[in-house]
């Protein structure tokens, strides 16, 4: 079945470190594979998303890779500030109208 | 632009009980989406909508009903509240399908006693 998951639970870093974290998905039909991040308390917000026809896509601070060979996705954070601490998700879009979400992998950011 | 409006923030209902959570977004979004996050989890979609009148089931519609009379608002029904159905409750809207630009309201944290 369809489903997507993140490596590891929880990750902390130096403030000025850069942060790696990942996700493994399971369908390779998906059109897109998105990053949310979620602070405690509010609604995940989106990051960056990047089509199953990349393997490469820079945002602010923020890069997202794809290796489709063996179904994975990471989400690179440059210079990690203690505002990226939180929760954050990978999602798959398999359907038009329809995403499935990891787990999430909660960020800390020791100053 | 408020963006997506939830409520209410919070309720605690008991065994059998019925509710509405309300969810109204602004943005002219066609898409609306209604998740349930249980604690230490991701979004599980329950219902979705890719404009008035049309509604589809998600992943785990078990339970609850949908509806979209307008472009705005998307209101999900909970009949007959279970401990199960505990949880915190997320409303999303999107101009286009998938998670590609999905934009989420605050959440309602329900618990079910």
């Known amino acids: 079945g369809e489903s997507v998951g993140l490596h590891l639970p929880t990750l902390s870093v130096q403030e000025g470190d850069n942060s790696i974290i990942n996700c493994a998905y399971s369908?390779?039909?998906?059109?897109?594979f998105i990053w949310y991040k979620q602070e405690s308390g509010k609604g995940p917000q989106f990051i960056i998303d990047?089509?199953?026809?990349?393997d490469k896509r820079q945002g602010q601070r923020v890069t997202v890779l794809l290796n489709k060979t063996v179904k994975h996705l990471s989400l690179q954070i440059a210079a990690t500030q203690p505002g990226d601490s939180a929760v954050y998700f990978c999602?798959?879009?398999?359907?038009?109208?329809?995403?499935?979400f990891g787990d999430g992998t909660t960020l800390t950011v020791k100053p | 632009n408020a963006g997506v409006t939830q409520t209410p923030k919070f309720r605690i209902l008991k065994i059998g009980q019925s509710m509405t959570l309300q969810c109204t977004q602004d943005?002219?979004?066609?898409?609306m989406y209604w998740y349930r996050q249980d604690p230490g989890m991701g979004l599980k979609l329950i219902y979705y909508?890719?404009?008035?009148?049309?509604?589809d089931k998600g992943e785990v519609p078990n339970g609850y009903n949908v509806s979209r009379s307008t472009t705005e608002d998307f209101p999900l029904r909970l009949e007959l509240a279970a401990p199960s159905q505990t949880s915190v409750y997320f409303c999303?809207?999107?101009?286009?399908?998938?998670?590609?630009?999905?934009?989420f309201g605050p959440g309602t944290r329900l618990t079910v006693t």
């Open positions: 999602a798959e879009n398999t359907n038009a109208g329809k995403s499935t």
């Open positions: 909508s890719v404009g008035a009148g049309i509604t």
């Open positions: 999303a809207s999107s101009p286009s399908g998938g998670a590609r630009e999905q934009y």
């Open positions: 943005m002219n979004h066609n898409y």
């Open positions: 990047i089509r199953s026809n990349m």
């Open positions: 369908n390779s039909a998906s059109d897109y």
